[in-house]
């Protein structure tokens, strides 16, 4: 993720901000054993053998270590049924040593991801895919939120301060991070554009942002005269 301010070409260290949410949840989670005898436990569910998820994952784990959780890993062969990946979640949704789960995406061909993540205990789903977490964003309540834009949205607050009245750009409308972020900004009273593939002129839009966030998957896509000076960019990667 690589986040820069055009006016004066200062970045965002992104890194030093994640190390010092990991200290922070560390210390949470010192606190909550300490004073209620609870461990939060992350259970990460990986089927098949995609090099990319395999890196997340293994991160995920080491970080979860680190900040003193307890971590649960499944990794499947790429072959698992639906049925049985469906009948770990159940167990997983029973187990009251595991808070949170999470399926890394994406899942075999063969697997409906759809049925998988509904599977989840909403209360557990850390990623904020279930339908019940999407919801309560989209209506404003609280929820379970992924957490790339989340990750955004508090580097956006460190940095600016009070987002309200800002002029938020988001390209790119996947449930992932697009649409989600739109609805973090939003909640934060940003007045929101989402721009996607079909937006006509999306220079002049992306012109008019106070905060661009870009998450397309494509590099290169938005051009330096289509950020206005003073505006702060977000790049998905």
Avoid at 5 to 23: M, S, Y
Avoid at 111 to 116: G, H, K, L, N, R
Avoid at 203 to 219: K, M, N, T, W
Wanted: charged share 25%; hydrophobic share 45%; net charge negative.
């Amino acid at each position: 993720m690589n986040i820069r301010e055009t006016t004066l070409g200062a970045r965002i260290d992104g890194k030093a901000f994640a190390a010092n949410v990991r200290a922070h949840v560390a210390d949470h989670v010192a606190e909550l054993n300490s004073e209620h005898g609870i461990t939060p436990g992350l259970a990460v569910v990986l089927v098949g053998e995609d090099p990319a998820s395999e890196v997340y994952v293994r991160n995920k784990a080491r970080q979860t270590r680190e900040t003193g959780m307890t971590g649960f890993e499944h990794k499947l062969d790429a072959e698992t049924s639906e049925a049985d990946l469906l009948a770990l979640l159940a167990r997983l949704n029973a187990d009251r040593s595991v808070h949170g789960i999470l399926v890394q995406l994406p899942l075999p061909r063969h697997i409906d991801t759809e049925a998988v993540l509904a599977a989840i205990d909403p209360a557990k789903d850390v990623d904020g895919f279930h339908i019940s977490n999407v919801g309560l964003l989209g209506t404003g309540q609280k929820a379970l939120v992924p957490c790339t834009p989340l990750g955004c949205l508090m580097m956006l607050r460190d940095r600016l301060g009070d987002l309200k009245g800002l002029n938020a750009v988001v390209v790119g409308r996947s449930n992932i991070v697009g649409r989600p972020m739109a609805q973090l900004l939003l909640r934060d009273d940003c007045t929101v554009t989402v721009a996607h593939r079909h937006s006509r002129d999306l220079a002049e839009i992306c012109r008019g942002a106070d905060i661009l966030v870009v998450a397309v998957g494509r590099p290169g896509m938005i051009k330096g005269d289509w950020v206005k000076p003073g505006a702060t960019v977000i790049d998905v990667g």
